[in-house]
């Protein structure tokens, strides 16, 4: 049972290592990247790939650790006994599973994907700590003892907005998904769009790698961002021609708005192809 | 040899802990690495490395002991040819060829006329690999490398990328601009810049804590339980005082990019400039008008020192704008750049002034020794790592 990325995701070598080494040795797999790179698309790929069940827990700045393992609805127990009903003599029916636990639950080891997990409070993978290392936690409310019947395959991303514990680190196999070159590229749009036309693709690499290269856009169009355009490229049916030709009063590329996220961006791209314009050929 | 590959990491202050090294031996006896280096290289990166700004430096360790791996073979001249492990190589190739390749390695002489022709050339690889290259033949001196080699039309190996690819992974350093120590731009400030941002509950409890109330009153079993939360708020205060004009003009994009990055993290943030050195006046604005200027006195005045200080600047002046009454280029100054820049950072124990020089230059400019010695050494050097360290220090 090994990763090798899949139909419609093309994983790099050192990808396919990492998923296996955490895969193996049940220890979380962390990754980090430039946004647009497809971290939370790994999570569900690994999931398809090994034939799992995909958990996936959102992380928001207000999520705390507890949620993720169960949570005491104390609410609705104390309308319960102001209406008598009888459930309420037991705690446990007022406990509801967070993520942990349902992927604890599973027969089947699911892949767990704690997503963005740097949006949380900084103290958030600290809490999580002994319950990913153990695979096991402790409900106060029933006095039990939850305990994973197999290791899950934890996948968490990070958008690098927050440090990590080094403690929390230590746990992890990790990963930085670098931003992909052109020779991978080529094989993810591929994937993407099988029957894409060779030379659009080449074309619309070459433009789309010289926006990446123009010095000081806020946000530069990732992954993501190329196959939104090309797929437009596609549907307006614009021929590779357009592209390749540097026709100075065309200024910027078609449909920029795929590409270029931010007004700011999209000015300073054009003065620089006006400065380009002006330069004698 | 792992143990030294672990001291080596250790020593160029990557936080390698023991249990992620144990963690690679699991791996490894797990079979993980395939006995491929490449492979191993993937998941010792994979294992050892937790953030990415340590990515550069752990190729550059990686290659250093790749290196050292190699010379042990080679004894002390690393240029002499290398005995190769025929087993080794016959076992991998057993592996890959095809009974049709085996029998054409019969028609050329067999195993030992093959190693001898493949021993040739790699010492002619050898020879043109010398010089300037770090990795004296990589495909030379190295039984791996010999892995990507293709002697004789026999390919060892699988395809033909893997030609392309092999040993040079961590060679060509990939993640140079992710490691600390380069400068910076506006995401990385960002990070470091969080350091910052104290989001203390600290206080008197001052608003109702819903969630806490409910909880606590459902757990007394309906008798209302009241709870209060200290309110949440961003403690922290900065004055930030940039250098503009003159010299600093190399260093004005980095210090806008600092500037804008700061804006965002801070509900308390002012901002002033000054030239070179600050003087009894400073600006509210980059212009330098009079009408803009403040006298420095004011700003202590009105900002008290639980404020956090923080000068950009290149303090690269001459001597004498530092020590001497009247030395200021722009003004005149009675007294000293000197005696200002103690007042200030009496008035505010919390100081530190960010340089965009690169360290290694300090010692090179009198002047910025001067300003650190008038910062009692808070001076850092505007890369991540230097932010993270002033960041520390102003938290301290």
Known sequence: MKFTGTQSYVATDDLKVAVNAAVTLGRPLLIKGEPGTGKTILAEEVATALGRKLIAWHVKSTTKAQQGLYEYDAVSRLRDSQLGDAKVQDIGNYIVKGKLWEAFDADVAPVLLIDEIDKADIEFPNDLLLEIDRMEFYVYETRQTIKAKHRSIIIITSNNEKELPDAFLRRCFFHYIRFPDRETMEAIVAVHYPGIKQDLVREALTVFYEVRDVQGLKKKPSTSELLDWLKLLMAEDIAPEVLRDKDPAKLIPPLHGALLKNEQDVHLFERLAFLNRRQPR | ?396
């Open chain 2, 1 to 396: 040899m792992f143990i030294d590959f672990f001291l080596r990491l250790r020593a160029a202050g990557i936080p390698v802990s023991l249990r992620e090294f144990l963690t690679l031996q699991a791996a490894m006896q797990a079979g993980l690495a395939e006995y491929e280096i490449e492979n191993f290289y993937y998941l010792a990166r994979a294992a050892l490395v937790k953030d990415e700004r340590f990515l550069d430096r752990f190729d550059q360790v990686f290659g250093e002991c790749f290196k050292g791996l190699v010379s042990e073979g080679a004894g002390e001249d690393p240029a002499a040819p290398v005995e190769l492990p025929d087993e080794w190589l016959k076992k991998l190739a057993e592996k890959y060829l095809t009974e049709e390749e085996k029998s054409q390695i019969q028609a050329l002489g067999g195993w030992d006329k093959l190693m001898e022709t493949l021993r040739q050339r790699l010492e002619e690889q050898q020879g043109r690999h010398q010089g300037g290259s770090k990795w004296i033949g990589t495909a030379g001196t190295s039984p791996f490398g010999a892995y990507g080699y293709n002697p004789e039309g026999v390919r060892i190996g699988q395809h033909e990328s893997r030609h392309r690819k092999a040993v040079k992974v961590w060679d060509k350093r990939e993640f140079k601009n992710l490691a600390g120590d380069v400068e910076l731009g506006t995401r990385n400030i960002k990070v470091a810049l969080r350091r910052l941002r104290r989001f203390a509950r600290e206080g008197a409890a001052s608003e109702l804590d819903m969630a806490g109330t409910i909880g606590a009153t459902a757990r007394n079993a309906g008798y209302l339980d009241l709870k209060m939360v200290p309110e949440r708020h961003n403690a922290v205060k900065v004055l930030l005082c940039l250098d503009i004009g003159g010299s600093m003009d190399d260093h004005v994009r980095l210090c806008e990019e600092l500037f804008s990055a700061v804006r965002s993290e801070f509900k308390h943030l002012e901002q002033v400039y000054f030239h070179n050195c600050p003087y009894d006046k400073m600006w509210r604005d980059a212009s330098f008008r009079p009408v803009h200027a403040v006298p420095v006195m004011d700003l202590i005045h009105k900002y008290d020192p639980s404020w956090k200080l923080i000068f950009v600047g290149d303090a690269s002046m001459s001597p004498y704008e530092l020590k001497q009454p009247g030395g200021a280029i722009s003004d005149w100054n009675q007294e000293s750049g000197e005696v200002w820049l103690k007042r200030l950072t009496d008035a505010y124990p919390k100081a530190v002034w960010l340089n965009p020089v690169p360290e290694p230059y300090w010692r090179s400019t009198m002047s910025i020794g001067l300003v650190e010695q008038a910062m009692e050494g808070r001076m850092f050097p505007l890369t991540l790592d230097g932010l993270d360290r002033a960041m520390h220090r102003l938290m301290r």
